[in-house]
């Protein structure tokens, strides 16, 4: 199964209720409290290594489509795996994959009810 999550969008500026992710060094705002589900995110150390570090930078530079998935392993199984699996705040695991040009993150949920250190129910994008 997989379910739309979020758009994660790169930023180099701080965002009101930012939550820090202390596994991927970055910032990121709660989608489910955006009506169009974006998650800004701002690194801490944002690579320029382009040639050296593609894969960090891609990630660093790049927005994202994220999905929830029953099951992560699959999802990423052969796939271009940019980071993860990782367990970003305690609610599941998460990976980033480099796929026709852009990243696609997976999401693979514990609990619904968290986002970081917000409680912030999920539920579809739309309702």
């Avoid at 965002?15 to 701002?42: D, F, L, M």
């Avoid at 699959?74 to 609610?91: K, L, N, Q, T, W």
């Avoid at 009810?113 to 539920?123: A, H, N, S």
Wanted: charged residues 30%; glycine residues 8%; without cysteine.
């Amino acid at each position: 199964m997989r379910q739309f999550d979020h758009i994660g969008i790169p930023t180099d500026d701080p965002k009101e209720g930012e939550s820090w992710v202390e596994a991927s060094q970055v910032w990121v705002t709660n989608p489910r409290n955006h009506p169009q589900r974006i998650e800004y995110i701002r690194h801490k150390v944002k690579p320029d290594a382009r040639k050296t570090d593609p894969k960090r930078w891609k990630l660093a530079n790049l927005p994202h489509v994220a999905y929830r998935v029953d099951d992560l392993e699959s999802e990423i199984a052969g796939e271009d795996v940019v980071y993860g699996p990782f367990d970003p705040a305690g609610f599941g695991r998460a990976a980033f994959i480099h796929k026709d040009g852009g990243i696609v993150e997976f999401i693979e949920y514990t609990t619904l009810d968290v986002w970081f250190d917000q409680k912030t129910p999920w539920k579809p994008a739309g309702e």
